[in-house]
């Protein structure tokens, strides 16, 4: 929301991260994902973002 009001010529995203393998066991369960592929993960998300320049406005999930 903050990007959006503020900056409205600013590209801007939201991306969900799981709990890290020790944060889940120790939660009793839940998604998981290695740190390493994380950062694998988000590295490629930023080049991806950086190499096109037109955005899809997509949004998802659900409001409780």
Do not use: N, Y
């Not at 991306?15 to 390493?36: E, K």
């Amino acid at each position: 929301h903050l990007a959006t009001t503020r900056w409205p010529t600013k590209r801007s995203g939201f991306m969900h991260l799981p709990w890290l393998p020790q944060q889940a066991a120790a939660a009793r369960g839940g998604a998981s994902m290695a740190l390493d592929t994380m950062c694998e993960g988000t590295l490629i998300a930023f080049e991806t973002a950086l190499a096109h320049s037109a955005d899809l406005e997509e949004s998802g999930g659900t409001l409780c």
